[in-house]
């Protein structure tokens, strides 16, 4: 049977208001009756923001994490079993009388427990999914209607509970394992590009993740940045990168200025660059130069 979260807040997330700007369009969109999709590259926050947004709404909350082998019906739910029942009567000592039957026995799942009672449901990664499962969400965001389903279920159809919304993440479909969302789905959703947050919110995420102090987080977010500016990356380092070197500098005791901390931002930030597109120049000398800008060296 599926199970409901009840989320509380977290004193770690950060809302500044380049953050706080995304959440109220996205809760507008969510009180008018639309699902949502946050989409954007790995890294950079699209299921924290969802769980804080599902929060603000106030409801428990359904979460259904996409991979490929999802199917409907762990979405849905299904005819997972039979319940067995026997009677015995002996009512006349001398005779006795059984009588059997059984029943095949429906489990909700997660999609169908949101709608049934009005939760948020927080669909993670949709588009690592085949398309033709996420066909079920069709009617649900169109005619607010699941239809369909089994006699052990309740037979027929039932109508979506009124408080009922929806929360996707996804990731660029030119990522391994991602499947190209049907554009019908799509249509009915309103899609939030999340594709970096302003310098001000990395600072502060790196701060609030790694707990160092603000320069530290400033230096550290401004080597990622400009990383990121040169368009030679393959896949782009986000705040994530920013709070991985943050914390392995913390953990190796390493400063700023020091060699240790050079290891750590090559070793962190040199599988994001792409080979094919620096032409003769090195991934530790393209480094250098991005580092060189930002700190010195002991």
Known sequence: MATAIILKPSERFVETPFIRD?????????????PINLAGPAGCGK?????????????????????????????????????RRLIYDRFISSVLKVEESA????????????????????????????PEVNNVLLPIFEDKMIFSLPASSGGGYIRVHPDFRAILTSNPEEYAGVYRAQDAL????????????????????????????YE??????????????????????????????????????????????????????????GKGKIGKVSIDTLLEEVLNKEVSVN
């Open 22 to 34: 995304i959440v109220n369009r996205a809760l507008s969109y969510l009180k008018a009756g639309f």
């Open 216 to 273: 530290d987080a400033k230096r550290i977010v401004g080597i990622v940045r400009r990383l990121r500016e040169t368009g030679l990356c393959e896949y782009t380092p986000t705040v994530r990168s920013c709070i991985m070197i943050a914390k392995l500098m913390k953990q190796c005791g390493a400063d700023l200025n020091s060699k240790k901390f050079r290891e750590i931002c090559h070793d962190v930030l040199a599988p994001k660059i």
């Open 47 to 83: 299921t924290t923001l969802a769980f804080h947004i599902a929060w603000k709404l106030g409801k428990p909350v359904t979460l259904i994490v996409g991979n490929d082998e999802v199917k409907s019906s762990n979405l849905i739910g299904g005819e997972l079993g039979y319940s």
């Open 186 to 213: 799509l249509d009915r959703l309103v899609t939030i590009h999340l594709n970096g947050f302003d310098e001000e919110t990395e600072v502060r995420i790196t701060m609030a993740k790694a707990s160092v102090p």
């Open 103 to 130: 029943y095949k026995v429906w489990l909700d799942e997660r999609l169908l427990a949101a709608c049934k009672y009005g939760y948020t449901l927080i669909y993670d990664e949709f588009t690592r999914v085949k």
